[in-house]
């Protein structure tokens, strides 16, 4: 079957540490993004890619980054930098960037303490 | 800038309720139109979608009906069943963007 995964769904860091959210796709998708959710605030784009090799800042990039080494993967490293990490994560991926169906994974759930 | 504005929640519903959860938008030019649905624990899934003025979308008994005079896109279905449980996501695509959610709305129905 074709989709995204996201592993793990539950992770847990201490402060200080980085911490590295795996995505995978197998939908041939040029275009992947990195949203983080929180209670009542919605959905916000942290970085997004459409193409191997270049990635681009979303509007709450800070204390993020990213790799796309492979069409397949985008994975998402939240540093130490980040004030509040604790946050569920969704990867998504579409078509292209052009393309507004976006297909999203299960989610990782974050708890730094 | 574009943006999406939901109704906030939770909406509590009884089973066999009619549901209305209101979107509006802001946007320059003519943006897409769309909701995904939130089940708990799992990641997004595209509900139904809008392209253009007075295009309807539907699917699994939902509607949505792009108002471009009223620039909205409001959510509704007839009987609501509990396993509609979830939190709803409007949202708006324009050309050369990301897609711009709103906050969400949680619904809960209750049997």
């Known amino acids: 079957d074709g989709g995204i995964t996201q592993s793990p769904k539950y992770l847990f860091r201490k402060e200080g540490q980085n911490v590295t959210l795996s995505c995978e796709q197998n939908?041939?998708?040029?275009?992947m993004y990195w949203y983080r959710q929180d209670p009542g605030q919605g959905l916000r784009l942290i970085y997004y890619?459409?193409?191997?090799?270049?990635?681009q800042k979303g509007d709450i990039a800070e204390g993020y980054s990213v790799s796309r080494e492979k069409k397949e993967s985008f994975p998402l490293t939240v540093t130490s930098a980040q004030k509040n990490p604790t946050a569920f994560y969704l990867c998504?991926?579409?078509?292209?960037?052009?393309?507004?169906?976006?297909?999203f994974g299960p989610g990782t759930r974050l708890t730094v303490t | 800038g574009d943006s999406v504005t939901q109704m906030e929640g939770p909406v509590t519903l009884s089973e066999e309720a009619f549901l209305t959860i209101n979107c509006t938008y802001t946007?320059?030019?003519?943006?897409?139109l769309f909701w995904y649905v939130q089940y708990p624990g799992e990641g997004l899934q595209l509900l139904l979608k809008?392209?253009?003025?007075?295009d309807k979308g539907s699917n699994k008994g939902f509607e949505a009906t792009y108002r471009k005079e009223t620039t909205s896109f409001h959510l509704e279905k007839g009987s609501v069943q509990v396993s509609d449980s979830a939190v709803y996501f409007c949202?708006?695509?324009?050309?050369?963007?990301?897609?711009?959610f709103g906050k969400g709305t949680t619904l809960s129905v209750s049997s």
């Open positions: 998504a991926s579409s078509i292209r960037l052009a393309s507004y169906e976006q297909y």
């Open positions: 939908l041939n998708h040029d275009a």
């Open positions: 890619s459409q193409i191997v090799n270049d990635f």
């Open positions: 946007a320059t030019g003519y943006p897409s």
């Open positions: 809008a392209t253009k003025a007075d």
């Open positions: 949202a708006l695509y324009q050309a050369g963007t990301a897609l711009i």
